[in-house]
Nanobody, 130 residues
Framework: QLQLAESGGGSVQAGGSLRLSCLAS????????IAWFRQAPGKGRERVAG????????HYADFARGRFTISQDNLKNTVYLLMTSLKPEGTARYYC???????????????????????WGQGTEVIVSS
């Protein structure tokens, strides 16, 4: 089972940037759908962005496109989420997760339902002040 550990959260003013890291360990890293999710206080969990750790194809939620960038370092088994132009509504706990499968083609990663992401990290807190 792939284990995930997030880091990089913190407090930032609106308009600022943060880079979150998701370190994967314990199993094969390549060929996974790994996604970043967030959960704001009192709200449900929503997907922010995802990446296929094979060829590296990525996808974004509408609110993230153009401001956030997901990337990976295969040598470090790490997925990153660079968040720029942060807004107060970005205040949330951010998690990375995977659906547990290994695939040779990541074309289905954007279509994987959130309910299929079963392996989660502990999350990292992001606070954006106005």
């Amino acid at each position: 089972q792939l284990q995930l550990a997030e880091s990089g959260g913190g407090s930032v003013q609106a308009g600022g940037s943060l880079r979150l890291s998701c370190l994967a360990s314990g199993d094969t890293y390549r060929g996974r759908c790994i996604a970043w999710f967030r959960q704001a206080p009192g709200k449900g969990r929503e997907r922010v962005a995802g990446i296929y750790t094979g060829a590296g194809g990525s996808h974004y939620a509408d609110f993230a496109r153009g401001r956030f960038t997901i990337s990976q370092d295969n040598l470090k088994n790490t997925v990153y989420l660079l968040m720029t132009s942060l807004k107060p509504e970005g205040t949330a706990r951010y998690y990375c997760a995977t659906d547990g499968g290994i695939r040779v083609n990541g074309g289905d990663c954007p279509r994987r339902p959130n309910s299929q992401y079963n392996d989660w990290g502990q999350g990292t807190e992001v606070i954006v002040s106005s």
